[in-house]
């Protein structure tokens, strides 16, 4: 069978915890899975993604970086380009040789491809399905 979940980021707005286990465990999985984003281009825009658009979510990734849980999930946009300009983008400067390789960080370039932290994709996508 084909299972499929649609979960609203808002209705785990007061415990995010259990939407991040259900989301890195869903990746662990090796599960199929695609986000949706805010339907509002003046909130989209301007950090480089697209307003009430689907993208793959290809994984996500818990790792100790200086002492602190940091949280990121990697994602396409289908159409090839157009990316997160926000922390943890390509040119970022939470990127070094260490957070490279914990986060498996190929060469940047703009390929549709960026990591965004998990308290930003909730704030900027609306649904992981």
């Avoid at 943890?88 to 986060?103: A, I, P, R, V, Y």
């Amino acid at each position: 069978p084909f299972n499929c979940e649609y979960v609203r980021h808002e209705d785990y707005k007061d415990n995010l915890d259990n939407l991040w286990k259900k989301i890195f465990q869903s990746s662990n999985n090796e599960d199929i899975a695609g986000c949706t984003t805010n339907f509002d281009s003046n909130f989209c825009s301007p950090v480089g993604i697209v307003a009430g658009h689907a993208y793959s979510l290809l994984k996500a990734y818990e790792e100790n970086v200086n002492g602190k849980k940091v949280r990121l999930l990697y994602i396409r946009n289908p159409h090839g380009g157009g990316e997160w300009k926000g922390k943890w983008s390509d040119s970022s400067s939470e990127w070094n040789s260490t957070t490279k390789q914990l986060f498996n960080k190929a060469e940047s370039k703009e390929d549709g491809n960026f990591y965004i932290e998990f308290s930003d994709y909730i704030k900027y996508f609306i649904a992981t399905e």
